[in-house]
């Protein structure tokens, strides 16, 4: 069992910067795959970035690739989301997802229905 909690979404202008943090709990870290995925409204959920717990393989979606970055702060139990240069098409409401069992590289990563546990979403809202 993973329990999943985001946090650090809100108001940002085009151009500008946001770090989501999602802490996770309760499992055997170094072996899950974790992930950021988003669903603006009326649309499907979609992959953004995601990587093994304990380092690579790393993937991220083409539309955020040299703007957003993933990491894991082993400290604190976080998986992070620094997302720079933010386009008012980036809002949407970003879910952290963890799989403890999944065959990770980079094929598996980026599909959402091979994620067992989610978190409860963020609000990111990029507008002026």
């Known amino acids: 069992q993973v329990h999943l909690v985001e946090s650090g979404g809100g108001l940002v202008q085009p151009g500008g910067s946001l770090r989501l943090s999602c802490a996770a709990s309760?499992?055997?870290?170094?072996?899950?795959?974790v992930g950021w995925f988003r669903q603006g409204l009326g649309k499907e959920r979609e992959f953004v970035a995601a990587m093994r717990w304990s380092g690579h393989p790393v993937d991220y979606a083409d539309s955020v690739k040299g703007r957003f970055t993933i990491s894991v702060d082993n400290a604190k139990n976080t998986v992070d989301l620094q997302m720079n240069s933010l386009k008012p098409e980036d809002t949407a409401v970003y879910y952290c997802?963890?799989?403890?069992?999944?065959?990770?590289?980079?094929?598996?990563?980026?599909?959402?229905?091979?994620?067992?546990?989610w978190g409860q979403g963020t609000q990111v809202t990029v507008s002026s």
């Open positions: 997802a963890a799989d403890t069992d999944m065959y990770i590289n980079h094929l598996t990563l980026p599909h959402a229905n091979r994620y067992d546990y």
């Open positions: 309760g499992s055997t870290f170094s072996r899950i795959a």
